[in-house]
């Protein structure tokens, strides 16, 4: 690993990063929380003798839950790595390649472990 391309973020710098990362994290476990609710399959009281169209509904109600808690969590996961790597310092360095990663990148989504171009060979 090259040392100049592993500079670390100042301590003082971090500390409002980890609140706006964890602040997220309640938001998206809020999110999640409201989605579940949302999806009929969790209604106890749901009427299991539907219609042809009712039933065709709640099927559709049901996997659009899925997907947006698979969107949610895939978020929360995210945010759990960057949390993770501010805790054992090696926050704003690619979990990739061990390059610095851009502090635009970091400043648009504070949460990404990450390079560009690692993130571009992963797509």
Avoid at 58 to 77: C, S
Avoid at 82 to 105: F, P, Q, S, V
Wanted: net charge positive; charged share 35%.
């Amino acid at each position: 690993m090259d040392k100049k391309n592993t500079v670390s973020i100042p301590k003082n710098l971090l500390a409002p990063i980890k609140n706006f990362l964890e602040g997220e994290m309640m938001k998206w476990k809020k999110t999640q929380k409201e989605i579940k609710k949302s999806d009929p399959f969790s209604d106890a009281d749901r009427d299991q003798n539907n219609s042809m169209e009712s039933d065709l509904d709640e099927q559709i109600g049901h996997f659009d839950a899925e997907i947006k808690v698979g969107f949610v969590k895939k978020q929360l996961v995210q945010l759990r790595k960057a949390l993770t790597r501010i805790k054992i310092g090696k926050y704003g360095i690619c979990e990739k390649c061990g390059k610095m990663i851009d502090t635009d990148r970091l400043a648009i989504k504070p949460e990404v472990t990450t390079c560009i171009n690692c993130a571009r060979d992963q797509e």
